[in-house]
């Protein structure tokens, strides 16, 4: 609380209260700090962390609790000097797959977040070696998912809408594909283009859950409802068992 001063306002004998001017940014510019050790944000209105961040190396703790923080931007893996981590009390639903690389971390909290991955009960022993492993395992089983539903789309599809699904996914089909039509039946080009996608995908650091996302938003759009039912029975299935 900040100090208050003159007099007390008569309707509040007993208390001094001061507004508290609260952040709701943090500038692009803190990237420049290279040398900061220590920073505290805790107690603002900060929705996001700056897609920069990881450009302060020499970062050893970061106090961001009570803000409104919903993602972590995947350059936060750049923290390699990172010990102290507080985000209890943040809006995050998700954590990054690769947080376990920040191997200097000790101290950490996600308490008071409405986490789904990994879901709160995970991160309430404030262990990383168990949010890492949790996160893992859900990795890999999201890719054999993905797998099925590539073969489910394979198998599936009609020419006509293996076109409108590659101008959706802005796939671009070559000439090597167009000659090989007629000795490559179509689920193996299906399955070859959606391949490519995924690989071009994640390059650019896509997960595997917007992956998914992606491809079926576009099958709904081209109007692939059969394909889609078996992908939600899929779906459906997979949440009954385990990998």
Not at 54 to 72: C, D, F, P, T
Not at 148 to 158: G, L, Q, S
Not at 178 to 198: G, H, M, P, Y
């Amino acid at each position: 609380m900040l100090p208050c001063a003159g007099p007390r306002p008569a309707h509040h004998p007993s208390h001094c209260h001061c507004e508290r001017l609260q952040l709701t940014r943090l500038p692009e510019e803190l990237s420049n700090m290279t040398q900061l050790k220590r920073l505290d944000i805790s107690n603002n209105a900060i929705r996001e962390i700056p897609r920069n961040i990881g450009e302060l190396r020499s970062l050893v703790s970061l106090s961001a609790h009570n803000n409104q923080i919903s993602y972590l931007p995947p350059s936060f893996l750049c923290l390699n000097d990172l010990q102290q981590l507080n985000l209890s009390g943040n809006n995050l639903t998700v954590l990054l797959n690769g947080i376990h690389n920040l191997f200097s971390l000790k101290e950490i909290n996600f308490d008071d977040n409405p986490l789904l991955r990994p879901p709160m009960e995970i991160c309430k022993g404030k262990q990383l070696y168990t949010i890492a492993h949790y996160l893992q395992r859900a990795d890999q089983r999201d890719e054999k998912i993905l797998e099925k539903i590539f073969n489910i789309v394979a198998n599936n599809i009609t020419e006509t809408n293996f076109k409108f699904l590659c101008q959706k996914l802005n796939l671009v089909i070559s000439e090597t594909d167009i000659s090989a039509k007629s000795t490559v039946s179509l689920s193996e080009r299906v399955r070859q283009a959606l391949d490519r996608w995924k690989t071009d995908s994640n390059n650019l650091s896509l997960t595997t859950d917007a992956l998914r996302d992606q491809l079926t938003r576009a099958l709904t759009m081209i109007g692939a409802y059969e394909i889609m039912d078996k992908i939600t029975a899929l779906k459906l299935f997979t949440r009954a068992i385990k990998f």
